[in-house]
């Protein structure tokens, strides 16, 4: 619409300038609950204003858009990233990749969205996927492993994730069991690992990787506000996403070649390094029920080993942990 453009104009116009309400309606030719509206709308797809009461709205960044030749260019492996799809939206990359995964794509094959508009968690829960602001990405992989040691790959992703930021970054992440990445104690980064098997072998493992990169606070809805975060709010600054998903695929491949070699152990080790919820007393949410206790460590599987008080130690294969401090 004219009020689009005018607004654009404007804010780009008077990069360090924070805008009135008013000073903007006057420029646009419009009330002021339609300017309002008009940044509402440009949130959503991915421009970043600052509100300051009294001053008025600032422009914090345009969104800029990936290409699937800017991410591959550069790439370094054989494997991860070098068939790639990239979409500016989608429903769930996981959907697309598994699509792709009974079409016989290669191992390697990865799925990027600008947006995902049902982005999916564990257990059927949502992952909120805004445009431009983080990394929607699936991996598709078809290792040689019995499906008892699936759970593995989702910690040798968060490993391979956790290097990624870390070079990316000055920040220092840590794993929470199985698949939180947190920096900070917020929730920066979520994995989701699916597969696709017949009887005792594996056909195909998608691993979701949904990471907050440049989010806004505004950005979150209400209900996670308190406990999510991007690396830009962390570290202060934008982080370049092309860059970012580079080093994850190559740091991972890395990993991932490791594992296929020497197997899960010294992936454990790196993974033990990084954990925060090792020798914590913890609340375990599983299907079955809560289990309280204290965590010892990790099997050579990956499943989380909690000493209960009466001293029982239980093995847990799937659960929401809650420090209990
Ligand atoms: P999870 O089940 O461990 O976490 C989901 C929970 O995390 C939600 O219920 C909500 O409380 C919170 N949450 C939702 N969105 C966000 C967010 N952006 N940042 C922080 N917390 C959030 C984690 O599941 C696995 C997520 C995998 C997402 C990737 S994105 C690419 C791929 N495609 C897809 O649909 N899912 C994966």
């Not at 804010?11 to 509402?40: M, P, V």
């Not at 602001?133 to 490993?159: C, E, N």
């Not at 505004?218 to 709010?233: V, Y």
Request: proline share 3%.
């Amino acid at each position: 619409s004219g009020i689009r453009k005018k607004l654009i104009e404007a804010f780009t116009n008077n990069e360090n300038e924070y805008l009135s309400g008013q000073k903007l309606a006057d420029i646009a030719g419009c009330s002021r609950t339609a300017i309002w509206k008009q940044i509402e709308e440009l949130r959503k797809e991915g421009f970043q204003f600052q509100a300051v009461r009294r001053k008025g709205y600032k422009i914090v960044s345009i969104p800029t858009a990936m290409t699937a030749d800017k991410i591959t260019l550069g790439l370094k492996t054989e494997i991860f990233g070098r068939n790639l799809y990239y979409y500016d939206s989608v429903e769930s990359t996981q959907k697309i990749a598994s699509k792709l995964a009974n079409e016989a794509a290669e191992e390697g094959t990865v799925v990027i969205s600008e947006e995902q508009t049902a982005g999916r968690g564990r257990m059927d829960r949502k992952w909120h996927s805004p445009k431009h602001t983080g990394i929607w990405m699936s991996i598709l992989l078809r290792p040689k492993i019995p499906i008892s040691k699936a759970p593995q790959l989702t910690l040798i992703t968060a490993v391979g994730v956790v290097q990624a930021i870390e070079e990316a970054t000055e920040l220092l992440p840590q794993i929470k069991w199985p698949n939180d990445i947190m920096v900070n104690g917020k929730k920066i980064t979520g994995i989701l690992t699916e597969l696709q098997a017949e009887a005792d072998s594996i056909h195909s493992v998608i691993i979701g990787i949904g990471m907050n990169v440049n989010t806004l606070e505004a950005d979150f809805p209400e209900e996670i506000r308190r406990t999510a975060s991007s690396l830009s709010i962390e570290a202060g600054r934008t982080i370049g996403r092309e860059e970012l998903i580079r080093t994850i695929l190559e740091k991972l491949e890395k990993l991932y070649l490791l594992y296929l070699t020497k197997g899960f152990l010294p992936i454990k080790l790196m993974w033990e390094s990084y954990a925060i919820s090792i020798g914590k007393q913890i609340i375990a949410r599983t299907i079955t029920g809560e289990i309280s206790g204290k965590t010892i460590g990790i099997t050579e599987d990956g499943v989380l080993l909690i000493e209960d008080s009466a001293g029982v130690i239980h093995h847990i294969y799937s659960a929401d942990i809650k420090m209990n401090e």
